[in-house]
């Protein structure tokens, strides 16, 4: 009971992720950008970053609300054509016609992370 319990904060603050074919369609119709985070099993920073940032619930709430999120696991997946990315965990950012508007390499505390959010909404 209590490794149910102590889920729960997890469910209720963590992004809902879509596949990257997915969320190219959802975002041509809801017309939001596309939010990759591209991740591995084997990066520290990247563990760190989905423990912390990514499980604000201001930050989680935000990227609901503007973006499509997809998660890419370079240790399991592959990367999509025309995606490109030097380290992990990297974040990019696509209009909804695909274009790339941003691309942010790194690990990023919730305040930082939450004005470059911003900042691409605009």
Not at 11 to 25: E, T
Not at 28 to 54: F, G
Not at 72 to 99: A, C, H, L, Q, W
Request: aromatic content about 12%.
């Amino acid at each position: 009971m209590k490794k149910i319990l102590l889920m729960i904060p997890l469910i209720m603050f963590g992004i809902d992720y879509y596949s990257y074919k997915d969320a190219v369609k959802k975002a041509k119709e809801l017309h939001k950008p596309v939010m990759i985070e591209i991740t591995s099993s084997r990066c520290h920073y990247c563990k760190w970053m989905e423990s912390t940032t990514l499980q604000d619930k201001e930050v989680v709430s935000f990227i609901q609300k503007n973006f499509i999120p997809v998660r890419i696991d370079v240790s399991k997946e592959e990367i999509p054509k025309g995606i490109e990315y030097s380290m992990t965990p990297t974040f990019i950012f696509m209009d909804p016609k695909g274009r790339i508007i941003k691309k942010i390499p790194g690990a990023w505390k919730k305040e930082d992370f939450f004005k470059i959010l911003k900042e691409v909404k605009e």
